[in-house]
């Protein structure tokens, strides 16, 4: 499949035209990863986003210490994730682990920024998409955290 076939089944790029995926097909690379394969892990430098074709992940932090890891969210085709690294410098928050095997569209920070800069129209677009996306995430983060607190004051009555 070519990659501006990808792009139009990710929710980021869906409000582009077909001059724009041209554009932002460019500065994409197609990345194939096997189920249980980690494509980042927590620590490692912010250097990419990436779209997810085919698969699903799961996004993973360590427990303290003598703790098991923890799935606190999971990935499937159409999503994104790694978008952090577009906004500032800093190592990746979470480990990222694929579920199964995936197909995978990864986009460096540098070739984004760089047509971010070149085209307002395509920044305004996937910047308007992006918001979106972090508003539901932070929305459902919300949620979990008050369900979470609700579970916690429970057990301590």
Known sequence: MQIIE????IGLFRQLNNNEFLKVSRICQKVAVKADKVIFNAGDPGD???ALHKGEVQVVKSGEKDEPEEVIYELGAGDIFGEMALFEDM???????????????????DYFEKLIAGDKEVA?????????????????????????NRIIRTSYR
């Open 48 to 50: 990419a986003l990436y």
């Open 91 to 109: 190592p990746r928050s979470a480990t990222i682990r694929a579920k199964s095997d995936c197909s995978l569209l990864r986009i460096p920070r």
């Open 124 to 148: 305004l677009k996937i910047y308007q998409a992006l918001n979106l996306i972090l508003t539901h995430r932070l929305r459902d983060t919300t949620e979990r955290l008050a369900i979470a």
């Open 6 to 9: 990808i792009l139009r089944e």
